[in-house]
């Protein structure tokens, strides 16, 4: 049975067969592992245990290691890296650039397509790709990942063990399915400062938000069809109060508050929301900081957020 595939066959201008779910193993060990603390070429042999560059059938591992950054280069004359239906685990603070691009990540005309990413970084950073990126899965359970070019991705799992910091700088070619935000709590409830920060425009189908912040930069616009968002206020412990910080715009079709103390669902009323401070809005609450507005309901969203502020001034 092949994998269900949320990526599209033609991936932001590059053509894969994906063959989701049923690549063949190459001529080697399944799983090939990158050599500790080097840098270079993804398509380089001496670079990997064995000295064979991964096949299309081989999952990708990066051990832990030290704290430096590491720099891989997939530049491969445009045909970047293909491993549909596999894994790339990383555990250590590894950056993907296309050399070619010259450190610009707007020029890169590679990409990486897996089936499953799990990027978990190393001395309190992240992975960084600054390619494009397709996987039906990406997950992290420690300091998340930074995506600088577009991504095509089925669910995003930002399950943070420690100190999660995902940056959607780019935006994604089609609405990402699923994505959850959630963080280890301390035992007095404290937070560990993880964010989803996300900077461009997106669409998301379903957010489920259940611990940590996630942030929208100003002149930006996220699109979301359901948002499930944990409220933990009335918990003695908890620290978790203004977890949504938005100086851009969130439209949200459906957004509903679970209540973890009593294990209630309450839904917002259709109108535009903003922070304690913000004067502008229908509603002003407290787990919404700065300047940005919050807008639900399927009427205004039609409508269009910037006739609504209008209406209201």
Known sequence: MKTKSYINKNVIGWTFLMGLGSAQS???EDTVTWINDSNGSWFEGSNWIGGQVPESGNDVLFESGNFAVETVDIDNGGDGVNHAGRLLRVERKVTFNDGSALGDPLAADEAMVFDRIQANGSGGQGVTFNVPVAANSITSDRHGAKFNREITVGEILARSRHQDQWEINAG??????YIEMDQNRGPDGGSINSTLSIQSNL????LSHVWGAVRVSGGNTVLVDEYLYFDYTNLEENNNITPIQLAGHMKVLSFSILDVESNEL????DGTYGSLENQT????VGFITQGGVLTVGESIFADGFESHLEALK
């Open 172 to 177: 994604s070619t089609a609405p990402i399915q």
């Open 203 to 206: 669409e998301v189908v379903n």
């Open 266 to 269: 309450f839904y917002l009323l």
């Open 281 to 284: 809005t229908d509603f002003q």
């Open 26 to 28: 190459g001529g080697h």
